[in-house]
């Protein structure tokens, strides 16, 4: 398979035309109903099991090259598919289909007293850029989002997997084609160049939403470079605040539970907060040390047990991803509220507590996209949300906040029926 | 009055004090409810209006520097204030006292098979920076409308107005914190070098949005320029379709006021598309001729009346601000459609029919920030869709989308309520 260069046309070029034609062919999927979008849907995870002889050799591929050029083992896990992992895929594709269309829903409405009557209806947001990393996964599953929203997509994988992504990329859009849609509607940038991945982040008036899903080094450079807004998931650095009033056994589960459950997704807790006033600290912290989690604590988190060692200033705002913990023992709610102020990234925070008023009080003023009272933080997932899938957890302030699914990619516009009203 | 300069200290640095000072007061804002906000924003009118003579001073000193800077008239009149002007002023900070807040609001609710109950509730985006240029009662206007909302403001208006500008916020200032709110709720950048606006545009991670509020050259400046989510509303090149089942006089009516009613507010209309189908295009044209408006038209237009002179290539895209309408003759509804999609800026769009099977189609496939059925664009405006005040017109897609009022400064974050629940 070649890796087919710019052939002389400019990355600005090469983005404008891929936007025209994808813009194009937004209009058109525009207009289909929940069912035409769902029934190509279904075309489309067809056409991924028909392929999986050629997906699973494309990505035999992508291993190969992955090996030679030095891949670790857990980039190649990444990177690895089997008809167990295709099958997943192709499944996440149909779920995607069977889920309600925000298109065309009515936010709210409103009568005039001149008559005129107004409507919010959703609308898709139009052309959305997706740069990712090596999950093949994410081509099906960012494709099938945009476009069970109504968005053409534009999608950029990472090179380890460019034979995978284009295999997945061809089955989808073949079953989408067999369906009536315009193939513009989801396009795979042709290139590797990363020149055209500068000219996607730079095409404000053309993309109008770039989604960065992967590491924090990729999200931060698509957050510097963008002209287009940008849709980020950032570090989680997620606090769980112990109360004084904490039922000790819910403590203990929930703590590790967030901690432990999987270290690696963005909603582990990072930093756990036990209350001085807590009587079972100890408990809580010897489970953790005993499940293998390394504690690293302020001194009266070291003085609840010898295996606890002490943090050094930057454990408070680092996101492990692994059986790490931070520990801190704070004066009460206010002090908590304090630390994750201070400390915290406004991903998602909890507080365990039989108490409803500091719970309520802890729920109002944690200013974070998530904020949960006596669960764990593992929670925090557009599926565990019951929104069917998620495009990423946003940890910016506007427009979407938290999991992020079909609602989030797409946005308003007004309505106004009148009779003739002309303005005084 | 003095100009202060950075006094050694750097934009950058002036900036990050000033948002964190003003971070620190919307957290404290964020808790109060809407009576304690009203009850403030009532003091700051009466501020406003206790200081009326300070003011009025203030602003004779601007415009006496104005002329001095040779000030065309058309800005001497946006920069001046008297008596009336500022009773206006201080009567919409009492008008926003009086909306609904949005704070606090139950977007929806949802309770999980685990028990875990959702929610999503409304709260501040933060602190927002506002760039304006001559018109002192942005000042006002904007500090109300983000104070209302619970965000901590940061402004910055132009030069030729900062003498009101700090008559203006020092008064207000003065209200909040008799009040008990902190003074750097509201805070007036102390200097007016541009670095410091460069600063403020590059604050990502300070302020979490910039509202610019003025003419094309600085939105576009600042769109370019911004590291921080940008709310922007920029051309509004709006067009009128009169369909041949439009009610002539409604059209004639709707078309008069569409374009002169006011001609330099962003929602006039700029282009009249007329149905070659339609009976009456010639009153329309005539009536619009004899109230003094130029048209430029294509070949057909100008077949409707001798004084329709022939449109350039640029008349389809020019927002005039003027009495100056583009007109073309199309033929039917798609024709109108494919003519708004290539030429329109998909700010505000009407059809005027009594058709309905047209108009539901033109209402659902013009993709603009808001679409209406036999009205005037003239209507495009917060206040007459009910939302009290507005900051601005968005024409952006992402987070708020038309006019953008107190619901629009606010962002949302996820509750989640359990009882012990841990993820299996």
Same sequence: chains 1, 2.
């Avoid at 939403?209 to 980020?232: C, E």
Wanted: proline share 4%.
């Amino acid at each position: 398979m070649s890796f087919p260069s710019l052939d002389g046309e400019t990355p600005d070029k090469l983005i404008a035309r891929l936007a025209a034609a994808g813009r194009a062919a937004q209009r058109v999927l525009a207009r289909l109903d929940h069912d035409a979008k769902a029934a190509a849907l279904r075309a489309a995870s067809a056409a991924l099991r028909a392929d999986s002889a050629s997906i699973l050799a494309a990505n035999a591929e992508d291993l190969v090259a992955g090996q030679l050029a030095g891949l670790t083992p857990a980039m190649l896990d990444r990177l690895m598919l089997d008809p167990v992992r295709l099958e997943a895929i192709a499944a996440a594709v149909d779920a995607i289909a069977a889920l309600p269309d925000p298109v065309g829903q009515v936010i709210d409405t409103s009568v005039r007293p001149n008559g005129l009557a107004l409507s919010r209806v959703r609308v898709p947001v139009g052309l959305i850029g997706i740069i990712y990393e090596s999950r093949p996964n994410v081509t099906a599953d960012a494709a099938a989002l945009c476009f069970a929203s109504g968005n053409a997509v534009l999608l950029r994988g990472g090179s380890e997997a460019v034979r995978s992504n284009r295999a997945i990329h061809t089955a989808m859009v073949r079953g989408l084609e067999s369906a009536g849609v315009p193939a513009a509607a989801v396009q795979l940038l042709p290139t590797q160049d990363r020149a055209a991945v500068g000219a996607m982040l730079g095409a404000a008036g053309l993309i109008d939403m770039i989604v960065p899903r992967g590491g924090k080094s990729l999200v931060a450079r698509v957050q510097a470079d963008a002209r287009v807004p940008v849709l980020a998931h950032l570090d989680g650095i997620n606090h769980t605040y112990v109360h004084s009033a904490a039922d000790p056994a819910k403590a203990l589960a929930i703590a590790v539970n967030a901690k432990l459950r999987r270290t690696g997704i963005c909603g582990a807790m990072e930093t756990l907060l036990l209350d001085a006033q807590f009587p079972s600290s100890q408990a809580v912290v010897a489970a953790l040390l005993d499940e293998g989690c390394e504690l690293r604590g302020d001194s009266r988190a070291m003085a609840l047990d010898p295996r606890v060692v002490a943090a050094a200033d930057e454990d408070w705002h680092t996101e492990y991803l692994d059986s790490v913990l931070s520990v801190a023992v704070v004066d009460g709610l206010d002090a908590a509220l304090q630390h994750i102020a201070t400390h915290g990234s406004q991903h998602t925070e909890a507080i365990v507590s039989e108490d409803a008023e500091a719970t309520e009080r802890f729920l109002s003023e944690v200013d974070s996209a998530i904020v949960m009272a006596n669960a764990s933080t593992q929670f925090a997932d557009g599926g565990e949300f019951g929104l069917g899938a998620e495009i990423g957890i946003a940890t910016g302030r506007l427009h979407a906040r938290g999991p992020v699914a079909l609602e989030g990619l797409t946005t308003y516009k007004w309505l106004v029926r009148g009779s003739g009203q002309i303005r005084p």
